[in-house]
C-alpha cells in the first residue's frame, strides 16, 4: 500500500531559528502533497497545499514567508518553519494522494515540532 | 462550501461491546468518497473505512460498518466487538473532485476510549 514517511518525527529547536520538515512519497508518486497542522485534542488545520513544480497554495491565515514550503520532485515535498516561536511549537503531518487517482489520502506519522 | 460535521467530542463503550460514531456533511456534489480516520495516542493517522457516493451499498471492513444515508449526507461508523486498541480519535472526512486535485474536509473529530 501507498506509504508516507515524514522526517524528524520530533524536533526541539531555539526560538530564531529555522526547522525543516520533509515528507516523502516511498512507493507511489504524488503530484499533491497536504502539510496540516494539528494542536492538542483538535482536528487537522489545513495549511497548504504542496504541488509538485509550481507554488503551494497556502491557506487563509497561514503565512507563506513563514511556513515555506518546496514540492521539487513527485516524491518529496519539505516544510521549513523559519525563525521559528514557541507559538510555533505544534503537530505537524503531511499527506499524499496517489497520482493515480486512489482516491485516499495517506498520512505521514508526522512531526512534533518544540519551539523553545 | 463543504463542511463535515462530528457532534460527538467525546464516547466511550466498553470492551466487546459496539459503538456507533456520528458524521453529517453538507456539499452541493453529487461525486464524492466519504472516509474514516482513525488517530490513536501514536498520532498516525490510518484509513479505517472508505464509502463512494455513488455506492449505495455501505462498507465493511472487519468489525468497521458504516450507515451512509446520501439523502440526509449522514455517514456514520459502527465499530462492532470493541477492542482496547480501538481507542483512538476518529476523524470523519470528506473529499471531492477538483480540477487541480482531490479536495479533503475533516471533522473536528471523536475522542473514543475502549474500558476494558
Known amino acids: 500500500g501507498a506509504v508516507v514517511s515524514q522526517h524528524p518525527s520530533w524536533v526541539i529547536c531555539k526560538s530564531g531559528t529555522s526547522v525543516k520538515i520533509e515528507c516523502r512519497s516511498l512507493d507511489f508518486q504524488a503530484t499533491t502533497m497536504f502539510w496540516y497542522r494539528q494542536f492538542p485534542k483538535q482536528s487537522l488545520m489545513l495549511m497548504a497545499t504542496?504541488?509538485?513544480?509550481?507554488?503551494?497554495?497556502?491557506e487563509q491565515g497561514v503565512e507563506k514567508d513563514k511556513f515555506l514550503i518546496n514540492h521539487a520532485s513527485l516524491t518529496l515535498s519539505t516544510l521549513t518553519v523559519t525563525s521559528a516561536h514557541p507559538e510555533d511549537s505544534s503537530f505537524y503531518i503531511c499527506s499524499a494522494s496517489p497520482h493515480s487517482g486512489a482516491n485516499v489520502l495517506t498520512f505521514g506519522a508526522g512531526s512534533r515540532l518544540t519551539v523553545l | 462550501a463543504q463542511t463535515v460535521t462530528q457532534s460527538q467530542p467525546e464516547m466511550s463503550v466498553q470492551e466487546a461491546e459496539t459503538v456507533t460514531l456520528s458524521c453529517t456533511y453538507d456539499t452541493s456534489e453529487n461525486n464524492y468518497y466519504l472516509f474514516w480516520y482513525k488517530q490513536p495516542p501514536s498520532r498516525q493517522m490510518i484509513l479505517v473505512i472508505r464509502?463512494?457516493?455513488?455506492?449505495?451499498q455501505n462498507a465493511t471492513e472487519n468489525r468497521f460498518s458504516v450507515n451512509f444515508q446520501k439523502a440526509a449526507k449522514s455517514f456514520s461508523l459502527k465499530i462492532s466487538d470493541s477492542q482496547l486498541g480501538d481507542t483512538a480519535m476518529y476523524f470523519c472526512a470528506f473529499m471531492k473532485h477538483l480540477n487541480t486535485g482531490n479536495q479533503f474536509y475533516f471533522g473536528t473529530g471523536t475522542s473514543l476510549t475502549v474500558i476494558p
Open positions: 464509502q463512494e457516493a455513488y455506492k449505495q
Open positions: 504542496s504541488n509538485e513544480g509550481s507554488k503551494a497554495t497556502y
